[in-house]
């Protein structure tokens, strides 16, 4: 595809993505969000925000919310959304894999449906760890490569359209393992069924991961 042919398809992608997700938000997806970022607390940061679908689910916990987005299209409707809303935030476009931010200043960072797309997820969680806080949290959700071998194949043969047709995701995506092997600590992970998408973006993982440092207890959980 031409530069401007991503252009373009980035622009209509962006358009039509809170439609594409209305049906799942509605059936319990909405939900799934609202319960973990109940968790957020203090100076947090979403990185790959979107069109700010998370915005509702902030709670009064939060003192200071910091919106990451390399999407220009996608961080105009963010920005819209923010201006017409009641959550005030602060909203930056770059990419996760290099966040302008300086060391350990957030004590919660967000991420949904996001390290399916970007270009390297490692990189991303291990600069995430880096603006966390000792003790700060990450809150994921994520939908991931199945447990299930013929659903995976199937994730796999289909990987490289999916792709395309979503906006560079990768379906078959194993971030369970991604967060695992970086600088934090898993703290808790359940399996979800995402409600009302595809079979090859609905087995999902919710949950948390822990920068250890001063004052942090937690302990290794099997990924």
Same mark, same amino acid.
């Given at each position: 595809?031409?530069?401007?042919? =991503? ?10 993505y809170?439609?594409a ?8 997806? =909405? ?20 069109t ?9 916990a939060?003192?200071d ?19 017409a809303?009641?959550v005030?935030a ?19 960072v ?17 600069e ?8 700060g ?27 395309l ?53 937690? =302990?290794?959980?099997?990924?």
């Amino acid at each position: 595809m031409t530069r401007l042919g =991503r252009s373009l398809w980035e622009r209509f992608f962006s358009w039509t993505y809170d439609r594409a997700l209305r049906r799942a938000e509605e059936s319990g997806l =909405r939900r799934i969000r609202a319960e973990l970022l109940s968790a957020a607390r203090g100076r947090t940061l979403e990185v790959g925000a979107g069109t700010g679908l998370n915005l509702p689910h902030y709670p009064a916990a939060v003192t200071d919310l910091a919106l990451v987005e390399p999407s220009r299209p996608m961080a105009a409707k963010l920005r819209r959304k923010v201006s017409a809303g009641s959550v005030t935030a602060r909203i930056v476009e770059a990419g996760g894999e290099q966040l302008p931010f300086a060391e350990r200043v957030f004590d919660t960072v967000v991420v949904t449906l996001v390290l399916c797309t970007t270009p390297d997820p490692a990189a991303v969680v291990r600069e995430i760890a880096r603006v966390l806080t000792p003790g700060g949290r990450l809150l994921f959700l994520e939908h991931v490569r199945s447990k299930d071998a013929r659903l995976a194949r199937w994730q796999d043969r289909l990987a490289g359209p999916w792709k395309l047709l979503a906006n560079g995701c990768h379906c078959n995506r194993d971030t369970r393992a991604i967060v695992a092997a970086s600088p934090l600590v898993l703290e808790g992970v359940r399996d979800v069924a995402l409600p009302s998408v595809g079979p090859l973006v609905r087995p999902a993982i919710v949950g948390s991961a822990v920068l250890v440092g001063a004052g942090s207890e937690s =302990r290794k959980v099997t990924p």
